[in-house]
């Protein structure tokens, strides 16, 4: 089986503009997740949906960040205007409904100038 | 709160040796599952191995087992006759039972000397 697929894998953008990275969960999975790894916060979950519903987003930073799961094979997470700080490698991982762990990409190193 | 404490911020070893990899966690909660992820630095997160908190015995991949201590909230990872691939940063993490979200320690960088 085809592991959770990310793109692109490197991003490196100006302050300003749009980003949009994009997620291919395992087919099957229930559940996705979007998490941020800093050096100085480690890894942290941004948001995660449920059959393609967002359960909880509590962790997305602000209002320029916005994640969508338009159908139960792809998802996306954008922000707008992105900044500096926004500099991270951004996960997605999925996984199966209850006690199944998360699968996770390979993960895309955004770099904001 | 859940919480998952690494203490270790980098740990050495030689090849072929063992080393263990410590990790604390707090949670109020009676049913839990604990993980460890390793992160080469592909940057990729591979699970390396699950224990549910409700079992006594301590699951084990093959050189990889872990030394779980329910009581006082610990779960160390053991690795057995470490290989140079070995080399990573490990999580450790947790789940709560009927939840979704995963809390991560700091991680532990771990290296391996040929």
């Known amino acids: 089986d085809a592991g959770v697929i990310q793109s692109p894998r490197h991003e490196v953008t100006e302050m300003g503009q749009e980003v949009t990275l994009r997620c291919k969960p395992i087919?099957?999975?229930?559940?996705l997740f979007w998490y941020r790894q800093t050096m100085m916060r480690g890894l942290e979950l941004l948001i995660y949906f449920n059959n393609n519903v967002p359960i909880d987003d509590s962790g997305m930073p602000e209002d320029r960040f916005s994640a969508k799961m338009p159908n139960a094979s792809f998802s996306t997470l954008k922000i707008q205007p992105s900044e500096p700080r926004d500099s991270a490698v951004y996960f997605c991982?999925?996984?199966?409904?209850?006690?199944?762990?998360?699968?996770f990409g390979d993960g895309t190193r955004l770099s904001i100038l | 709160a859940q919480t998952v404490t690494q203490s270790q911020p980098e740990m050495s070893v030689q090849e072929a040796e063992t080393v263990t990899l410590s990790c604390t966690y707090d949670t109020s909660e009676s049913d839990y599952y604990l993980f460890w992820y390793k992160q080469p630095p592909s940057r990729q997160m591979i699970l390396v191995i699950r224990q549910e908190a409700y079992k006594q015995q301590n699951a084990t991949e093959n050189r990889f087992s872990v030394n779980f201590q329910k009581a006082a909230k610990s779960f160390s990872l053991k690795i057995s006759d470490s290989q140079l691939g070995d080399a990573a940063m490990y999580f450790c993490a947790s789940k709560i039972q009927g939840a979704q979200k995963l809390v991560f320690g700091q991680g532990t960088r771990l290296t391996i000397n040929p």
């Open positions: 087919s099957g999975h229930d559940y």
């Open positions: 991982a999925s996984s199966r409904q209850g006690a199944q762990p998360q699968h």
